[in-house]
T-cell receptor, first 117, second 114 residues
Framework: EADIYQTPRYLVIGTGKKITLECSQT?????MYWYQQDPGMELHLIHY???????EKGDLSSESTVSRIRTEHFPLTLESARPSHTSQYLC????????????????FGPGTRLTVL | GDSVTQMEGPVTLSEEAFLTINCTYT??????LFWYVQYPGEGLQLLLK?????DKGSNKGFEATYRKETTSFHLEKGSVQVSDSAVYFC?????????????FGRGTSLIVHP
């Protein structure tokens, strides 16, 4: 069973607030990812990491930032939330270091549904 | 660049009907192919995968065959149940400069009526 956790599951917050979405995995995976999922269900990759101290921007431009200080932890931060940030955020992880096999599947957390008023 | 195209939904079926969700891809080299399923209120979970041409992935009655000649990975199930109602995503990973970052289709919603 996959062990990847996201907190909070739901968050309603006012414009201008700083927020951090937490993501942790206990599988020792090197690769971790953040996706934004729109109401039409399409997934947009916003950040990813190959391992500790590695962070990369994804295909969708995002005002969020991420850090990877520990293998198991990959938090996403919004310095100043806006209504346009309202969305579902999914965290995922997978085995394998940079340049290694792409045959490994991703394991997803349950998601954080963010609403910015 | 890499891309995945899957049929638009929603797909609406009666229980015990046959299901096909089409997926075609564009990628460099020899990608690995995946189907993920997302139930309401949850994250995605792997349904099945295939890592080389002519491989067939299968799980929970679902099947998909890696067809390199038609660049396709269509999902099929012989008899769907109400509990199969979910959103299905086709995905691939290929060596985009060594990164192996996945590319997802836009998802296909399946609704199964009793």
């Amino acid at each position: 069973e996959a062990d990847i956790y996201q907190t909070p599951r739901y968050l309603v917050i006012g414009t201008g607030k700083k927020i951090t979405l937490e993501c942790s995995q206990t599988m020792g995976h090197d690769k971790m990812y953040w996706y934004q999922q729109d109401p039409g269900m399409e997934l947009h990759l916003i950040h990813y990491s190959y391992g500790v101290n590695s962070t990369e921007k994804g295909d969708l431009s995002s005002e969020s930032t991420v850090s990877r200080i520990r293998t198991e932890h990959f938090p996403l931060t919004l310095e100043s939330a806006r209504p346009s940030h309202t969305s579902q955020y999914l965290c995922a992880s997978s085995e394998g270091k940079y340049g290694t096999s792409g045959t490994n599947e991703q394991f997803f957390g349950p998601g954080t549904r963010l609403t910015v008023l | 660049g890499d891309s995945v195209t899957q049929m638009e939904g929603p797909v609406t079926l009666s229980e015990e009907a046959f299901l096909t969700i089409n997926c075609t891809y564009t990628a460099t080299g020899y990608p690995s192919l995946f189907w993920y399923v997302q139930y309401p209120g949850e994250g995605l979970q792997l349904l099945l995968k295939a890592t080389k041409a002519d491989d067939k992935g299968s799980n929970k009655g679902f099947e998909a065959t890696y067809r390199k000649e038609t660049t396709s990975f269509h999902l099929e199930k012989g008899s769907v149940q109400v509990s199969d109602s979910a959103v299905y995503f086709c995905a691939l990973t290929s060596a985009r400069g060594g990164s192996y970052i996945p590319t997802f289709g836009r998802g296909t919603s399946l609704i199964v009526h009793p």
